[in-house]
Nanobody, 121 residues
Framework: QVQLKESGGGLVQPGGSLRLSCAAS????????VGWYRQAPGKQRELVAV???????NYSDSVRGRFTISRDVAKNTVYLQMNRLEPEDTAVYYC???????????????WGQGTQVTVSS
């Protein structure tokens, strides 16, 4: 059984930083594309950052230059370093990944349960 679990959210003042982690566990053969999404109250879920094969990355315009996505392949973990946080970054942040499990080598899409990020003074 493959699972994704986010951690690292919390309350931070404007201008501060947080690092989110997304850890995949279970019988994992390969993790392909991983994305961080966020959903603020009353708004649709939006893609914030994505990392793919060859460590290709992409960011939404609203976070480019402030957020950095990276991964530790050995730990099956993807990080989202968030700097210069703004109140508009307040949302629940979700991890999403395409993962091939051992014994079933086609990709299945998984979501984590989310972690709350609140930017407020």
């Amino acid at each position: 059984q493959v699972q994704l679990k986010e951690s690292g959210g919390g309350l931070v003042q404007p201008g501060g930083s947080l690092r989110l982690s997304c850890a995949a566990s279970g019988s994992i053969f390969y993790i392909n594309t991983v994305g961080w999404y966020r959903q603020a109250p009353g708004k649709q879920r939006e893609l914030v950052a994505v990392i793919g094969r060859g460590e290709m990355t992409n960011y939404s315009d609203s976070v480019r230059g402030r957020f950095t996505i990276s991964r530790d392949v050995a730990k099956n973990t993807v990080y989202l370093q968030m700097n210069r946080l703004e109140p508009e970054d307040t949302a629940v942040y979700y991890c999403n990944a395409d993962i091939a499990a051992i014994g079933n080598y086609s990709y299945t899409n998984y979501w984590g349960q989310g972690t709350q990020v609140t930017v407020s003074s």
